[in-house]
């Protein structure tokens, strides 16, 4: 049952790294579910204290998911109009697929300020500003993901 149950873990974290980069497909959870499975092998003994700071994480990667493109717009010049925008587009984005949850944001920011009154070229320098964030929201899904199969990896050997 050990070798099921980690094999099944295993799985849970390369659908998660999988994850971090398809949306729609909740990565950093996934590879979580997999330390949990990985927990109820007679082999693996995660310290309650990490599994309690990994959900934390979890959790908060998971928001900042959805908070960091809005974020990426600010810095690179948006306004209220365009944070609202890559906030909205995030949530429309989710039913396009891929292409929809990397597009949705940079669209959404672009058109919030547009309908502020900033010209294009503006507009566009905050829709970029959201693509980054979308950028570096899979980065720290990616990484998250990555130390938590490291975590489960060093447990096993």
Same mark, same amino acid.
């Given at each position: 049952?050990?070798?099921?149950?980690?094999?099944? *873990? +295993?799985?849970?974290?390369? &659908?998660? #790294?999988?994850?971090?980069?398809?949306?729609?497909?909740?990565?950093?959870? &996934? *590879?979580? =579910?997999?330390?949990?499975?990985?927990?109820?092998?007679?082999?693996?003994?995660?310290?309650?204290?990490m599994l309690l700071v990994w959900g934390i994480i979890? =959790?908060?990667?998971? $928001?900042?998911?959805?908070?960091?493109? *809005?974020? !990426?717009?600010?810095?690179?010049?948006?306004?209220?109009?365009?944070?609202?925008?890559?906030?909205?587009? $995030?949530?429309?984005?989710? +039913? +396009?697929?891929? &292409?929809?949850?990397? =597009?949705?944001?940079?669209?959404g920011a672009i058109l919030g300020e547009m309908i502020?009154?900033?010209?294009?070229?503006?507009? &566009?320098?905050?829709?970029?500003?959201?693509?980054?964030? #979308? /950028?570096? !929201?899979?980065? =720290?899904?990616?990484?998250?993901?990555? /130390?938590?199969?490291?975590?489960?990896?060093?447990?096993?050997?």
């Amino acid at each position: 049952m050990d070798i099921f149950l980690l094999v099944l *873990a +295993f799985l849970c974290m390369l &659908i998660g #790294i999988i994850g971090c980069i398809i949306p729609g497909l909740p990565g950093t959870p &996934i *590879a979580y =579910i997999g330390l949990w499975i990985a927990q109820a092998t007679t082999r693996i003994d995660f310290s309650w204290q990490m599994l309690l700071v990994w959900g934390i994480i979890t =959790i908060i990667v998971s $928001v900042l998911d959805y908070i960091v493109p *809005a974020w !990426g717009t600010k810095q690179f010049g948006g306004t209220k109009y365009g944070i609202w925008g890559s906030t909205i587009g $995030v949530f429309v984005g989710l +039913f +396009f697929g891929a &292409i929809g949850v990397i =597009i949705g944001p940079l669209v959404g920011a672009i058109l919030g300020e547009m309908i502020n009154g900033k010209e294009l070229k503006k507009a &566009i320098r905050a829709g970029w500003g959201s693509f980054i964030g #979308i /950028l570096m !929201g899979t980065l =720290i899904k990616i990484i998250c993901c990555g /130390l938590m199969t490291t975590a489960l990896i060093k447990a096993i050997l």
